[in-house]
């Protein structure tokens, strides 16, 4: 089997997997004439571990799929499983696939910002986690002036009790300190991710922001330098791109479900504790009128 994909349809056995009772799956994988059939970079082995269905993963594997063939940057289901939280799923791996030292320092840093952030939903808000950059370089980069006309405890619990209208509100963002660089937040819209802000923060720098979309999902977008590198990308969501990095190939895999920590971990940020996404901020700042949504 080679690692071309069969269509753009998803095979039936690759939904099941990730969607699917066991009884069906196991029945699927009776139908099938080529277990390791390989859709958008990936077999189904490679979904199962994805979702963290281990009883669906071993099905596989009995019926012949391979958990150590190498797929999305290099990554076999395996491998990428001995990220996960039963490592000795498929037994002991073969000779140098074990995962490096900067790899399980990964593994070792994600169940402490998780711990950390505990199951945080941003729902409804809006966060970019911005690189080396403090609180008050934030304000200047933003051209902001601090708040002291507001009742800012308002603003976190019932910020349409605070008498501004919705363009003021929309000006009014949180902004603190955390290891490794900032966050700057709102909890009623969606203004720090927006492009605009990202392009003013991330100068020399990276960031990721996220906006809670009630409607469609957690919305993120990558920013290096001023420039966008991604957007339209859904960050916890858990599947990776068959053009992905290896880093962020297991970044995805590990944060899975963590919307919040993914982007802090993007970024290289690594609260000890949930308040930047929580509140209160470290500082209130309002922001002068920009495009927030440039055109291109």
């Given amino acids: 089997m080679d690692l071309e994909d069969v269509g ?7 939904g099941a997997v990730r ?22 970079g990936r077999t189904a082995l490679w ?17 012949g799929a391979d958990p150590w063939r190498a797929m999305i940057a290099g990554w076999s289901p395996g491998r990428l499983n001995l990220a996960g939280p039963a490592p000795d799923l498929f037994g002991a791996p073969p000779v140098g696939v074990a995962l490096s030292s900067q790899e399980q320092a990964a593994v ?3 169940r402490r910002l998780i711990a950390a952030l505990g199951t945080l939903d941003p729902d409804g808000q809006s966060f970019a986690c911005i690189a080396d950059v403090d609180v008050t370089e934030a304000g200047r980069r ?14 976190l619990s019932e910020p349409w009790e605070t008498g501004l209208d919705d363009d003021e509100l929309n000006l009014i963002v949180g902004v603190s300190d955390v290891p490794g660089g900032c966050v700057v937040g709102q909890w009623w819209m969606c203004v720090p991710s927006a492009p605009g802000v990202m392009a003013k923060l991330t100068p020399g720098t990276i960031g990721y922001g996220i906006h809670g979309n009630p409607k469609s999902g957690n919305q ?3 920013f290096r330098d001023g420039i966008m590198l991604d957007w339209d990308q859904h960050p916890g969501g858990g599947d990776a791109a068959p053009a992905d990095s290896p880093e962020e190939t297991l970044r995805t895999y590990l944060y899975r479900n963590h919307a919040l920590a993914y982007c802090c971990n993007y970024a290289g940020l690594r609260p000890q504790d949930p308040r930047a996404f929580t509140g209160p901020p470290d500082r209130w700042l309002r922001l002068p009128q920009f495009e927030l949504w440039p055109a291109g």
């Fill in 220 to 222: 993120g977008n990558s």
């Fill in 108 to 110: 070792d840093e994600r």
């Fill in 142 to 155: 933003l051209g902001a002036t601090p708040i002291d006309d507001v009742d800012t405890e308002l603003l």
């Fill in 47 to 63: 979904d199962a571990v994805q979702e963290r269905r281990d009883d669906v993963a071993l099905a596989l594997v009995q019926a």
């Fill in 19 to 40: 969607f699917a009772p066991f009884s069906t799956v196991r029945e699927l994988i009776r139908e099938s004439s080529d277990i390791d059939t390989v859709w958008w």
């Fill in 8 to 14: 753009d349809d998803m095979p039936a056995l690759h």
